[in-house]
């Protein structure tokens, strides 16, 4: 569609730009409109009037009236549109009003406005029409109309007047509605640095006030908001806490496994139905949480697998116990661990934060200690196989991330101590492994198994709260 110029003279400008006819294949590709207000004598005093999208119920028929309105107001019509292609139109004109001229249905102006903008035009809208409904004026300003006139005995100044309170209104409605985004906006960033001071609170022990200071400061470094900073390091404290909580999934995984084992072995039978019972709730707890998380739709679909596994392993050790049962429960503990470590991985990936890595490191070697004892058991009792074959690989790779963990830059006095400690019970561990066909091996292999898990238990937490990895 273009504008055609039908005049000549400064008084024709309005009745000449709103006379509407198609488009030919030769005609300027700018936006017709500017291409003849260029080429128009009087140009610059257009750009002093009102820019004008007029809403009609045929953007091709402008009636009279209007035009004779426009010729003698301040006003200057830059195109039309209809309720259908308001939006598109007032996006590529940009004009300064809108103006509602006689509309076939007051309901569906005011629906093609709440669809458009939600109450919040970002032009003011001034209505002409017939006589309204009381309930009407109600959802007219609901939907962002600023301003409204009969179309009986509307002249030149009651058009200015018009448009002048559309604009009046309209611009303090927008003040207010700033106000009140920019006072939300204050009242979230207080919230998250809140909760980000707790977190350094408890992280460091520090009072309320070093906590600001530590994220004002590092606020300044990054360049960015307090209250940016602020969120990212409760995000970064999120991911911290699900990729613990996933990881600890592995672990269970395996401690389940292995606590089947001890029971069929008759290795401190009441310690393992305690540990048993525990540790069922605590995978119940696991799922609980990571499902109220805002997760994305990998680390989504990892979760569902993980919840599956769980139900069948779930199923598996409700089953009389026996070395056929025994190797099902081991075969569905396996599925459970590749589950829960392709979650952590996701978790990991979508946290975005490379300090994650040393609490998914870590918590990592809580099922290992659980993996090494509860393979040792089963080739004890069920005769060598696949399990014997795990023994190795499993040491090694624990191995190898403790030296990892002990070399990390990310440390404490308190976490060095405990992997001096986990070393010790390391070493105890492996003895039990090689003595695992004698009853004083078993008991050794339980009891170390369970020390560790207890000691990367407590240190994952210690990398989780640590400062490094919350303003990561």
Same mark, same amino acid.
């Given at each position: 569609?273009?504008?055609?110029?039908a005049?000549?003279?400064?008084?024709?400008f309005?009745?000449a730009?709103l006379?509407?006819t198609?488009?030919?294949?030769?005609q300027?590709?700018c936006?017709?409109?500017?291409?003849y207000?260029?080429?128009?004598?009087f140009?610059?005093n257009?750009?002093?009037m009102?820019?004008?999208?007029?809403?009609?119920?045929?953007a091709?028929?402008v009636?009279?009236?209007?035009?004779?309105l426009l010729?003698t107001?301040d006003?200057?019509?830059?195109?039309a549109?209809?309720?259908?292609t308001l939006?598109?139109?007032a996006s590529m004109?940009?004009?300064?009003?809108?103006?509602a001229?006689q509309?076939?249905?007051?309901?569906?102006l005011?629906a093609?406005?709440q669809?458009?903008?939600?109450?919040?035009?970002p032009?003011p809208?001034?209505l002409?029409?017939?006589?309204?409904?009381a309930?009407q004026h109600?959802?007219?300003?609901h939907?962002?109309?600023?301003a409204w006139?009969?179309?009986?005995?509307?002249?030149?100044?009651a058009l200015r007047?018009?448009l002048?309170r559309a604009? /009046?209104r309209?611009?303090?409605e #927008?003040a207010? !509605?700033?106000t009140l985004? $920019?006072? &939300?906006?204050h009242l979230?960033e @207080?919230?998250w640095v809140d909760?980000?001071?707790g977190?350094l609170m408890?992280?460091?022990?520090?009072d309320?006030d070093?906590?600001?200071?530590?994220l004002?400061?590092?606020?300044?470094?990054?360049?960015?908001?307090?209250g940016?900073?602020?969120?990212?390091?409760v995000? /970064?404290a999120?991911?911290?806490e #699900?990729?613990? !909580?996933a990881g600890?999934? $592995?672990? &269970?995984?395996?401690r389940l496994a @292995?606590l089947a084992a001890?029971?069929?072995?008759?290795?401190?039978a009441r310690?393992s139905r305690s540990?048993?019972?525990?540790s069922v709730?605590r995978?119940q707890d696991?799922?609980?949480h990571l499902?109220?998380l805002p997760?994305d739709?990998?680390?989504?679909?990892?979760l569902?697998r993980?919840?599956?596994?769980?139900?069948?392993?779930d199923?598996a050790l409700?089953a009389?116990?026996?070395p056929a049962?025994?190797g099902a429960?081991?075969?569905d503990?396996e599925?459970l661990?590749?589950?829960?470590e392709?979650l952590?991985d996701?978790?990991?990936?979508?946290?975005?934060?490379?300090a994650?890595?040393?609490?998914?490191?870590?918590?990592?070697?809580?099922?290992?200690a659980?993996?090494l004892a509860?393979?040792?058991?089963?080739?004890?009792l069920?005769g060598g196989g696949?399990?014997?074959?795990r023994?190795a690989?499993t040491?090694?790779?624990?191995?190898a991330?403790?030296l990892?963990?002990e070399?990390a830059?990310l440390?404490s006095?308190e976490i060095?101590a405990?992997?001096?400690g986990a070393?010790?019970?390391w070493?105890?561990?492996v003895?039990g492994v090689?003595?695992a066909d004698r009853?004083?091996?078993?008991?050794?292999?339980?009891?170390?198994?369970?020390v560790?898990?207890d000691?990367f238990?407590?240190?994952?937490a210690?990398y989780?709260?640590?400062?490094?990895?919350?303003?990561?």
């Amino acid at each position: 569609m273009g504008w055609r110029a039908a005049g000549a003279a400064a008084g024709d400008f309005t009745k000449a730009v709103l006379r509407y006819t198609a488009p030919s294949v030769t005609q300027d590709p700018c936006p017709p409109f500017v291409a003849y207000a260029a080429r128009a004598p009087f140009f610059h005093n257009a750009l002093a009037m009102i820019r004008l999208l007029l809403v009609l119920p045929d953007a091709d028929a402008v009636p009279d009236a209007l035009q004779r309105l426009l010729a003698t107001s301040d006003a200057a019509a830059i195109g039309a549109a209809t309720c259908d292609t308001l939006v598109q139109q007032a996006s590529m004109l940009v004009p300064q009003q809108l103006l509602a001229w006689q509309p076939a249905s007051i309901a569906g102006l005011r629906a093609a406005l709440q669809a458009a903008w939600a109450g919040a035009p970002p032009h003011p809208v001034s209505l002409v029409c017939g006589p309204l409904a009381a309930s009407q004026h109600e959802e007219l300003v609901h939907v962002g109309v600023n301003a409204w006139s009969l179309a009986v005995g509307l002249d030149a100044p009651a058009l200015r007047a018009l448009l002048a309170r559309a604009d /009046a209104r309209w611009r303090r409605e #927008a003040a207010l !509605r700033d106000t009140l985004t $920019r006072s &939300l906006a204050h009242l979230d960033e @207080r919230k998250w640095v809140d909760r980000a001071k707790g977190l350094l609170m408890s992280a460091r022990g520090i009072d309320e006030d070093a906590a600001f200071v530590l994220l004002r400061g590092a606020a300044m470094h990054a360049n960015l908001r307090v209250g940016e900073l602020s969120r990212s390091v409760v995000e /970064a404290a999120q991911w911290a806490e #699900a990729i613990n !909580r996933a990881g600890q999934l $592995r672990m &269970l995984s395996q401690r389940l496994a @292995r606590l089947a084992a001890q029971a069929l072995a008759g290795v401190d039978a009441r310690r393992s139905r305690s540990l048993r019972t525990e540790s069922v709730a605590r995978v119940q707890d696991n799922l609980a949480h990571l499902a109220a998380l805002p997760l994305d739709e990998l680390s989504k679909m990892a979760l569902e697998r993980v919840r599956a596994a769980w139900e069948a392993l779930d199923a598996a050790l409700g089953a009389r116990l026996s070395p056929a049962a025994l190797g099902a429960i081991d075969v569905d503990a396996e599925a459970l661990l590749t589950a829960a470590e392709a979650l952590t991985d996701a978790l990991e990936t979508s946290g975005g934060r490379r300090a994650l890595r040393i609490v998914n490191l870590c918590g990592r070697q809580r099922m290992r200690a659980q993996r090494l004892a509860k393979d040792a058991l089963l080739a004890s009792l069920l005769g060598g196989g696949e399990w014997s074959m795990r023994l190795a690989p499993t040491m090694d790779a624990f191995e190898a991330s403790l030296l990892e963990l002990e070399r990390a830059p990310l440390s404490s006095p308190e976490i060095r101590a405990a992997l001096a400690g986990a070393r010790d019970e390391w070493l105890r561990l492996v003895r039990g492994v090689r003595e695992a066909d004698r009853a004083e091996g078993r008991a050794d292999l339980v009891r170390a198994s369970e020390v560790l898990a207890d000691t990367f238990d407590r240190l994952t937490a210690s990398y989780e709260h640590s400062l490094q990895v919350i303003m990561s």
